[in-house]
């Protein structure tokens, strides 16, 4: 099969089962989803394994404009008000997720499944994981809410804190990871230079997404007329250009993207019309791509032997999850329905936790580690994009945001 003809096919798939699934009041990712996991060559071997080698780029893009609409959620009069609320409640849901796992899974590989016969080891595989429990696939809650045309202070707050996540997540992976090396017995973490790749790959992305975005807004003050076709085209060249030069320098391309649409919504003067645009005429046919290639590029094969331990880090990630957004209200006097009901749309996990875990998998420390892990993060994330948009949807429907 074609290059082509496999676009149409994986497209159409995802289209048709995403309109099953609302037939079965279910988020129409959900279908998307699941055409890619009936598409996968590790099942049906419709789609070929050289296929799903070129479709990276294809993924970048979508993955770019979703993060970018993510971004653009941030609009600093609503920080103003919630800021400090939502990275409290960030920290806290990121923590606990991170406790949680690491508790559970280093208990289960020590005294219930010991896989491996080393203490230390286990030690290092359970802060991988634990690591790897922060951060959220905002594409999916971002995809919910934009299907049921959710409005309120939990759906807000689900978007602002699954922004968040995946910074803080970044930081807490490259911190721990640097100390898990040590537990395999490959030195002492150098946490000097840690930290200075930390701030390098951070903060080029964002500048790269600051200068980009206050760019597009000096275009569209200079040619006040732009077309709707025009402005399409314009958002799509400039995110495609912040994403791919922080990819070129080696910063963190999906942060870049956003900090471009958080300078579009604060700075824009056409901001509102740029976003309803791109939801209008783009956001359906990049979700039907994006999540039906994620349903694809999941390696199935990479589960087997693992299914305990992923049941064991699914249910400790939500635990933590929960328990750090109730917890909030310890702290803070906010909305109840907040602290109920956020936690549920921030389940969904799929691209950059798997981005983070096949890195890990370059690492000569982690060589006889790695392939573990990575079966873990893949299985997690096959449930997490098939629940995390339900729970969503439960979620912000018992929050009385959608209709």
Known sequence: MNIILSIGVLIFTGYLLGELAVKVKLPKISGYILAGILLNPD????????????????????????????????????????????????????????????????????????VFESASVSVAVSLVLASLAAPTDPSA??????????????????????????????????????????????????????????????????????????????IVRLVLRQTEGTLIVLTFGLVALSYGIS?????????????????VANWNPIAGKIFKLIERYTDELIFVIFFTLSG???????????????????????????????????FFTMDPKVTRYTAGGLLPQGGIVIGLALLLTKEPAFANTGSTIMGIVIGAALIHEIIGPIASHISLKRAGEIE
């Not at 064991?312 to 939500?318: E, G, L, M």
Request: glycine share 12%; hydrophobic share 55%; proline share 1%.
């Open 43 to 114: 099942l049906s071997g419709i789609m070929s394994d050289s296929f799903v080698e070129h479709t990276d780029p294809l993924l970048s893009i979508s993955l770019s404009f979703i993060t970018f609409s993510i971004g653009g959620s941030l609009s600093a009069g609503k920080l103003k008000k919630t800021g400090g609320k939502v990275l409290a409640l960030t920290l806290l849901e990121s923590l606990f997720a991170f406790a949680f796992v690491f508790a559970l899974v280093f208990l289960s590989l020590r005294f219930f499944l010991p």
């Open 296 to 330: 694809l590029h999941l390696q199935l094969s990479s589960i087997a032997g693992s299914a305990t331990l992923i049941g064991i880090y699914i249910v400790a990630r939500a635990i933590g999850k929960f328990a750090g957004i109730y917890s909030g209200r310890l």
């Open 141 to 218: 809650t971002l995809a919910v809410i934009h299907e049921y045309k959710a409005k309120g202070e939990v759906s807000s707050t689900m978007l602002e804190i699954a922004a968040f996540d995946d910074l803080v997540g970044i930081v807490i992976y490259t911190l721990v990871t640097a100390f898990a090396i040590f537990f395999v017995g490959a030195g002492e973490p150098n946490i000097g230079q840690v930290l200075m790749n930390l701030g390098y790959n951070i903060g080029g992305a964002l500048l790269v997404g600051a200068v980009v975005g206050l760019g597009f807004t000096g």
């Open 247 to 263: 990819e070129y320098f080696d910063f963190e391309s999906l942060l870049s993207t956003m900090a471009l649409g958080a300078v």
